[in-house]
């Protein structure tokens, strides 16, 4: 488990610089999300905020039981080139598409 360090004030604990978050929970692989598991309502909705979050340089893996294409055309739409996309599965079970941002 993380340490966990108690400071007097936030000026302090902002003169100590530190890696990243304390959550304590950082993964070296990428993140691979099924978007199945997201009611489809808001689905498409999570998606993005899930890419948008991401730093440039870092990617996430979409599983699908299918091919989202109007998903990744929604994501040129939305925000042209700024992320890659590579399919790694093609089905015909499940469809595993890394998508990496780059600016």
Known sequence: MAEI???RSHADAVAQPTQGCACGGHDDELPELD???IPHAIR???I???LESL???SGLIISATHDPVPLLTQLADR???TYTTEHLDRGPERWRILIR???
């Open 55 to 57: 730093q440039p340089g």
């Open 44 to 46: 498409h909705a999570s």
């Open 101 to 103: 941002r780059i600016g």
């Open 79 to 81: 925000h042209g080139d």
């Open 5 to 7: 360090e108690i400071h």
């Open 48 to 50: 993005f905020g899930a």
């Open 35 to 37: 978007v199945q598991t």
